[in-house]
């Protein structure tokens, strides 16, 4: 009988191994983006060349930020994104401002990172202002702004004001005195145009430098390096994704890489629609039917939204619910738990997600961790606090009755503690929902990516997307623990509303 049995599973391992060869042999490439529109239009060109040439493509795009990228690139969790060399050699690398290209290749080399061919632009950083604004108080140049009035409104975006290649290295070389504050890139030019803010960082191929009508104050000291855009790909990727990506190598020069941003902006096209008749243009793609991609995008990031909300809140309720019946009756150590994960819940969501990244890379693992820590507070508050005030009358007529631990804590404990218990875990429920729309940050997908996008591109439609559907979600599972709490409790056990 043995033997057969071990027969049986030879054959069963090799009919799974038959069975998984296909899916082996298609290779799938994992292509990331920073989160701005121009970073997420090279990653979808990229993304749709790969297709075309018969891979099978996972898009991570709208990732945090430069640092996040690359920790992603050389940890294998994306295996190639679009990086420009100013970028790399000051905010990565470290390395002179002068670096060349063989310089560049020779410094990623050792952390398994390959450097292709240029793409043809020069997206370097610059100062703008509205024309007008600059004309009105005679700036022309970076150094003007020394002798520029004292309430000038300086505000740059987050990145450019930490990086050694932004706000700080640029203070210093040319000696500006001044307090800055941070934005988000996409909603810059947007205050610019209202008058809301005077100065903010720029890069020279956004669509929004002709549509808004900004001048961009000359760099008169050279300050700002060369940021040509190449693809930086993992060495263990296929030779034949090489082969694809080189096909971009010189293709784009800075009016058209202004003009391709500028119909995802202002003419309000899709990233997927603008690379794809780009492509198609250079007879490198063909072209794709767009129609019902909103719902189907919709649906894809509403199931990762709920998959990655039923995760952590399934973990969450499990261990709340133990250490609640662990601790319960020692005081001082169930405050102490109680404590400690009252904590957690003083974290910054996006801080705690970021957080992660050093320990759990990117995507879907650590974004159920994060919600996972930030779901524990209600569930375990609520259960340890009806846990400790049970009727101590009926705590004494369950001893008399001979109950034991066990017994009294499945007939009168949980039964009595069971509303708050469910209220707590609605509380995480819907608190879970809302969060985890800033996953999209890591790479992890849902109802983020939707609002990640048009917060790059100030799209309040693309915004909305992801917005009310998570608001309808939370609505829903309302709801539904309405529906549980009169199906499971007692009718004088039920919150009276």
């Given at each position: ?375 524990l507070l209600p569930t375990l508050r609520n259960t340890v606090s009806a846990l400790t005030t049970v009727d101590p009358t009926l705590l004494k007529v369950a001893e008399a009755m001979g109950m034991t631990n066990a017994e009294q804590i499945r007939y009168v404990y949980v039964p009595l503690s069971l509303p708050s218990m469910l209220a707590g875990i609605r509380t995480a429920a819907v608190i879970s929902i809302g969060t985890a729309t800033l996953a999209a940050f890591i790479g992890a997908g849902g109802l983020g990516d939707p609002i990640v996008t048009g917060l790059a591109l100030n799209d309040t439609g693309l915004i909305l997307q992801g917005a009310v559907p998570a608001a309808l979600l939370a609505i829903v599972t309302e709801l539904v623990f309405e529906l549980i709490e009169r199906l499971v409790l007692p009718g004088h056990l039920r919150p009276q509303t």
């Amino acid at each position: 009988m043995c033997a057969v049995a071990r027969r049986c599973c030879v054959a069963a391992l090799a009919a799974w191994s038959l069975l998984a060869m296909p899916a082996a042999s298609a290779a799938t490439v994992t292509v990331g983006s920073k989160n701005f529109n121009e970073s997420y239009l090279l990653a979808e060109m990229a993304s749709q060349l790969l297709e075309h040439a018969g891979y099978d493509v996972e898009r991570r795009f709208g990732l945090g930020g430069t640092l996040i990228c690359y920790q992603a690139l050389t940890a294998g969790e994306i295996d190639l994104y679009v990086e420009y060399t100013g970028t790399l050699s000051q905010a990565i690398l470290d390395l002179p401002v002068d670096a060349d290209l063989a310089e560049l290749r020779d410094a990623v080399a050792p952390a398994g990172l390959l450097l292709l061919p240029p793409l043809g632009f020069d997206n370097t950083y610059a100062v703008a202002m509205k024309a007008s604004r600059a004309a009105e108080l005679g700036l022309e140049r970076i150094g003007d702004l020394r002798g520029a009035p004292r309430d000038l409104r300086l505000v740059f975006s987050h990145e450019f004001v930490e990086r050694a290649d932004g706000w700080p290295g640029l203070a210093r070389a040319y000696e500006l005195d001044r307090q800055v504050t941070g934005i988000e890139h996409g909603l810059a030019y947007q205050a610019l145009d209202d008058g809301a803010i005077d100065v903010t960082d720029a890069y020279s191929t956004d669509g929004e430098v002709v549509r808004y009508g900004l001048k961009l104050l000359e760099d008169d000291r050279s300050f700002f390096p060369e940021y040509l855009a190449v693809p930086m790909v993992r060495a263990d990727v296929p030779p034949g994704v090489l082969r694809a990506l080189e096909q971009l190598a010189g293709l784009i020069d800075d009016d058209t890489m202004q003009a391709l941003n500028a119909a995802v902006v202002f003419e309000k096209r899709s990233f997927a629609e603008v690379a794809n008749g780009f492509l198609a243009e250079q007879g490198l793609a063909s072209i794709r039917d767009g129609s019902g991609m909103l719902w189907s995008a919709l649906a894809r990031h509403t199931v990762r939204h709920l998959e990655l909300t039923a995760a952590a809140l399934a973990a969450s309720v499990i261990v709340a619910l133990i250490l609640a019946l662990a601790v319960f009756r020692h005081r001082l150590l169930a405050r102490g738990v109680v404590y400690f994960c009252g904590l957690l819940q003083t974290i910054p969501s996006i801080a705690l997600l970021a957080l992660m990244i050093p320990l759990f890379g990117i995507g879907v693992l650590p974004a159920v961790i994060a919600l996972f820590l930030y779901s524990l507070l209600p569930t375990l508050r609520n259960t340890v606090s009806a846990l400790t005030t049970v009727d101590p009358t009926l705590l004494k007529v369950a001893e008399a009755m001979g109950m034991t631990n066990a017994e009294q804590i499945r007939y009168v404990y949980v039964p009595l503690s069971l509303p708050s218990m469910l209220a707590g875990i609605r509380t995480a429920a819907v608190i879970s929902i809302g969060t985890a729309t800033l996953a999209a940050f890591i790479g992890a997908g849902g109802l983020g990516d939707p609002i990640v996008t048009g917060l790059a591109l100030n799209d309040t439609g693309l915004i909305l997307q992801g917005a009310v559907p998570a608001a309808l979600l939370a609505i829903v599972t309302e709801l539904v623990f309405e529906l549980i709490e009169r199906l499971v409790l007692p009718g004088h056990l039920r919150p009276q509303t």
